[in-house]
Every structure is written in C-alpha cells, then in structure tokens.
C-alpha cells in the first residue's frame, strides 16, 4: 500500500537533546513537508521540499533542520534551540502538479521531559 | 494577509443534526480551498475541496458553500453520524512571491461531536 510512514509514534525527548523524526514516502511523490500541530492552532509549516536536495522554510522554521538527500525520505531534526517542541508533528507529501492535495503521515508526538 | 480564520473551536450535535463550520480569509489570491478531516491519533486526510469560480460543491453528506464577495467558505454535514466525529480543517492555497509552490494555509481547526 502506497502511503507515508512516520516514526518513531511517541518520542520523549530531555531538555537539550536534538531528535531526529523519520518521514518516509513510496508515493513517488516529489514534494514533501513537515507540519507542526498545536491544540487550537491548526497546523503551521515548518519545513518544505519540492525536489531532491532542496528545501525552504516555512512559517516556523526557527529551531528545526530537514534534509532531503533521497525522494522518498524527508527526515525532520528537532534542536535544542527550538523552545517549545512539545508538539504533535505531521509529515506530507504531494504530487508537484497539484499542492492542493496533501497525503499526511500519521504524526509523531514528540514530549520533551 | 495569508490567514484563515476558522470558527468554531469545537461543535456538538446529535446524530441527524448538521453542522457548520465557517471559515474566512483576507488574500483574494487563494485559488483553491480544501476541506481536511482528522480522525484522533491519525493524520488529516482530503475530503473534500472547492474553486472560487464555484459557489458550491457537494459530496455525498458533506457540502462546500463558497461566497466569493464575502471571502467565506463553511462546510455543511447532512444527517452527521457519530462516525462524523473528527477535527475539521479548512485550508486555502496562495502562489508566494517568485516561487512555483502553491502553499496552503491552514484554519484553527474544529472539533466536532456528534452524539448519538
């Protein structure tokens, strides 16, 4: 079944410790795109990638990292910089010729201790 | 302006009712708007989406109502089940700036129950 796989489901992570989230998609879709989810606030962009090997920011880049070395992969990296990361994290993907449709992953919850 | 303001936070109705759900937006830019549902612990998955050019949209129980002048879109659910019960995203799509990625701009989000 095509689809994307998000892990790890539930993640704890102490204060300073970067995580690393796994989004893998066998869409063959070539965009890709991490979502942040906080109650009440509806889902912000973090990151997003059109093609291999680049990537912009999106509206709440600040303490985050991605990497999109191979198509089907778009891992996300929390850092100890980011200042609120408890959150509810969803990865996307879409076909290029039409941004309208996202398929999403079925989150990962990130809980920092 | 690229927001989307979604109202309300959360909906309660008996089985049978209809609920709506109100979205509105500023950027007369948008091109495409998208209904998202989202069932607990899953991700949100398209249901169902509208053009400007369109006033209205159907899909088995769920409708979009689109009012171009009034920049305000809602969702209706005919007869809601209790399987209804979800959190419901609206989104719109902008161009920005130089780039070719149509972004969407999502709403606060709603969650609806519906009692049986």
């Known amino acids: 079944d095509g689809g994307i796989t998000q892990s790890p489901k539930y993640l704890f992570r102490k204060e300073g410790q970067n995580v690393t989230l796994s989004c893998e998609q066998n869409?063959?879709?070539?965009?890709m795109y991490w979502y942040r989810q906080d109650p009440g606030q509806g889902l912000r962009l973090i990151y997003y990638?059109?093609?291999?090997?680049?990537?912009q920011k999106g509206d709440i880049a600040e303490g985050y990292s991605v990497s999109r070395e191979k198509k089907e992969s778009f891992p996300l990296t929390v850092t100890s910089a980011q200042k609120n990361p408890t959150a509810f994290y969803l990865c996307?993907?879409?076909?290029?010729?039409?941004?309208?449709?996202?398929?999403f992953g079925e989150g990962s919850r990130l809980t920092v201790l | 302006q690229q927001q989307v303001k979604q109202s309300p936070q959360s909906l309660i109705v008996q089985k049978g009712g209809i609920p709506i759900i109100n979205c509105a937006y500023e950027?007369?830019?948008?091109?495409?708007f998208p209904w998202y549902q989202q069932f607990p612990g899953k991700g949100p998955a398209l249901l169902i989406a509208?053009?400007?050019?369109?006033s209205e949209k159907k899909e088995g129980r769920f409708t979009i109502s689109f009012n171009k002048s009034a920049k305000q879109f809602s969702l209706h659910i005919m007869d809601s089940q209790p399987g209804d019960s979800a959190t419901y995203f609206c989104?719109?799509?902008?161009?920005?700036?130089?780039?070719?990625?149509?972004?969407?701009?999502f709403g606060q989000g709603t969650i609806l129950t519906v009692h049986p």
């Open positions: 996307a993907s879409s076909d290029g010729a039409n941004t309208g449709e996202l398929f």
């Open positions: 869409l063959n879709h070539d965009a």
């Open positions: 990638s059109q093609i291999v090997n680049d990537f």
């Open positions: 950027n007369t830019a948008f091109d495409y």
């Open positions: 509208i053009r400007p050019d369109v």
């Open positions: 989104a719109a799509r902008g161009w920005g700036g130089c780039t070719s990625y149509g972004k969407l701009t």
